[in-house]
């Protein structure tokens, strides 16, 4: 079983940044794609960027490309979302996931195995 655990969420105000960790509890972290998603009141689950079991590749959605850039530290089993410029409509929970049966770029929050509990991001104007 895998816990994820994400942290760095806050009230920010617009054009400011903040950084997203997300902490797995297992050493086979280094062999999962992980994601990181989001959710707004009313709204849908949305996908946001994912990256590869290296950290080689990534792979944004068209809303945050340019702006939000995910990485990869397997030595401390953690992925990471530096999101940068951020605007009122990025408010939302925002949730890391894990795929622990594939290690190329996933994007359908379907295909992910496991979740954390989510972590509220407020860009107030």
């Known amino acids: 079983q895998e816990q994820l655990v994400e942290s760095g969420g806050g009230l920010v105000q617009v054009g400011e940044s903040l950084t997203l960790s997300c902490a797995a509890s297992r050493r086979a972290f280094s062999g999962y794609a992980m994601g990181w998603f989001r959710q707004a009141p009313g709204k849908e689950r949305e996908f946001v960027a994912a990256i590869n079991w290296s950290g080689s590749t990534t792979y944004y959605a068209d809303s945050v490309k340019g702006r939000f850039t995910i990485s990869r530290d397997n030595a401390k089993n953690t992925v990471y979302l530096q999101m940068n410029v951020l605007k009122p409509w990025d408010t939302a929970v925002y949730y890391c996931?894990?795929?622990?049966?594939?290690?190329?770029?996933?994007?359908?929050?379907?295909?992910?195995?496991?979740w954390g509990q989510g972590t509220q991001v407020t860009v107030s104007s």
């Open positions: 996931a894990a795929r622990t049966s594939a290690r190329g770029i996933v994007t359908p929050w379907l295909e992910y195995d496991y």
